[in-house]
């Protein structure tokens, strides 16, 4: 429940949506096979918060990293227009 990963059962399915308007989302991505939508911003995404797990973990403040991790990701759109 607390890190909002989606059950398995289809019978918790109901409930876990319930619990966030979102996880029934998560839920339904996961039945069908899709754990992250293809699109072009997706690797770029996906190195930015690989680096922000990465520099939480070895002890920098998360609030800080997140805001980092915001304005890299902010950049990358601003460039790609």
């Known amino acids: 429940e607390d890190l909002n990963v989606p059950v398995v059962l289809s019978s918790l399915h109901e409930e876990f949506s319930k619990a ?15 754990g992250m939508p293809i699109v072009t911003w997706s690797s770029i995404f996906q190195r930015v918060r690989n680096e922000l797990v990465q520099r939480v973990l070895n002890g920098e403040d998360p609030a800080a990293v ?16």
């Open 20 to 34: 966030d308007p979102y996880n029934g989302v998560r839920a339904d991505c996961v039945a069908n096979g899709i």
């Open 66 to 81: 997140l805001a980092d991790a915001q304005q890299k990701i902010e950049l990358e759109i601003q460039n790609a227009q």
